[in-house]
């Protein structure tokens, strides 16, 4: 059984009628929408040694929060069973400890934790609230927090308030979305002529890591044409093959990277440009007219990525996001880690860059 139907009957089988009877009149939300495998179903038997296993988020208010999640979680401590569906209750503590705090109860000694919707969204996102998000907001926003946020289970939500937050979030304004997209181009655009020129100068060693990262960019803008947000590393090759794009994407991309010779690792990588062009095309999504070709006098095939910068640039209605650099948002900008988890500092990176 995978992690997201396991604590679905763990809320449902359990948790539910516990609280029916210990708190009948306690309105609340039901949810999993934090971090893990599970939220994406990508997660199997070694998912299992750390922060797997029957675990439920409970969305009170801040008024309820105070009154009765501190009580409630001890409570449960007693309650509960120590297993469930054969699986202990227990918090597997590495890397993430149960959440603790003024806005944030739990227990090491079980999954059931307790929360205010501010709280999760100032933990995801560095805010409170949703209301009048700006496009430097969105930009410093990392899509995998994105992902697990909208992507996760949601079990019950007397009040809507976790339902409505996910609808407003479940993608990108049309504006901010056509910028990423422009600034994508930008990133093959910086990078597509270097594979031949290294694999020129002997360094097929340089070429292929060149192509491995135009690979990449390949495949997260296949995410934004499809709407899609992208995952971290670990699963973004397992979901970028879930898009319906990939069966069109993956036999040039694998062509590039088995490619014994930067000539054919190059003409691989400009058939993927051209599809992703056409796809774009296609759906009405910015369209120009690609051109496939040799890199102004030097004999490396390459798109002409700033035709489609300029097209996807020139489609944005909101003039303050129009007149942005050519940049990007957070994840385009950086993939550490520790940055992208940190919502504060995402932010805080993110109005930094864009500043005048």
Not at 23 to 37: C, F, N, V
Not at 237 to 254: E, K, M, V, W, Y
Request: aromatic share 10%; hydrophobic share 45%.
């Amino acid at each position: 059984m995978q992690g997201i139907e396991l604590s679905r009957r763990f809320y449902t089988d359990i948790v539910r009628p516990w609280l029916a009877e210990t708190a009948p009149d306690l309105r609340h939300t039901a949810a999993l929408i934090d971090s893990g495998s599970e939220l994406l179903g990508f997660d199997d038997e070694t998912s299992r040694d750390h922060n797997w296993g029957p675990r439920v988020q409970i969305i009170l208010s801040r008024d309820n929060f105070d009154v009765y999640a501190q009580r409630l979680v001890t409570e449960f401590s007693s309650a509960a069973p120590a297993s469930f569906l054969g699986e202990p209750i227990a918090w597997r503590s590495r890397p993430n400890p149960p959440a603790i705090g003024i806005e944030a109860a739990g227990a090491f000694e079980h999954g059931l934790q307790f929360h205010t919707l501010e709280h999760l969204l100032q933990a995801q996102f560095a805010r409170r609230s949703l209301d009048t998000l700006s496009a430097l907001d969105w930009l410093g926003m990392a899509e995998q927090k994105l992902l697990t946020f909208t992507a996760g289970a949601v079990f019950h939500d007397d009040d809507g308030w976790l339902t409505d937050a996910r609808e407003r979030l479940a993608y990108f304004p049309d504006d901010v979305w056509l910028y990423k997209i422009a600034c994508q181009w930008r990133r093959i655009a910086e990078e597509q002529a270097f594979v031949g020129r290294t694999g020129q100068v002997g360094d097929d060693l340089g070429s292929r890591i060149i192509a491995a990262r135009l690979v990449r960019d390949v495949m997260h803008m296949g995410f934004l044409l499809e709407r899609h947000y992208a995952p971290y590393s670990k699963w973004l090759g397992t979901s970028f093959a879930r898009l319906t794009l990939a069966a069109r994407l993956t036999p040039h991309l694998d062509r590039a990277m088995r490619a014994q010779d930067y000539t054919t690792r190059g003409d691989a990588l400009a058939a993927a440009y051209l599809e992703l062009a056409q796809l774009q095309s296609a759906r009405g999504i910015a369209p120009f007219t690609p051109i496939i070709g040799p890199y102004h006098e030097r004999p490396f095939t390459t798109i002409n990525a700033d035709d489609a910068v300029a097209a996807a640039r020139a489609a944005i209605s909101d003039p303050l996001i129009k007149q942005l650099p050519i940049v990007g948002a957070l994840d385009q900008v950086s993939d550490l880690t520790p940055l992208l988890e940190d919502p504060d500092m995402s932010q805080r990176m993110l109005h930094q860059i864009h500043a005048k």
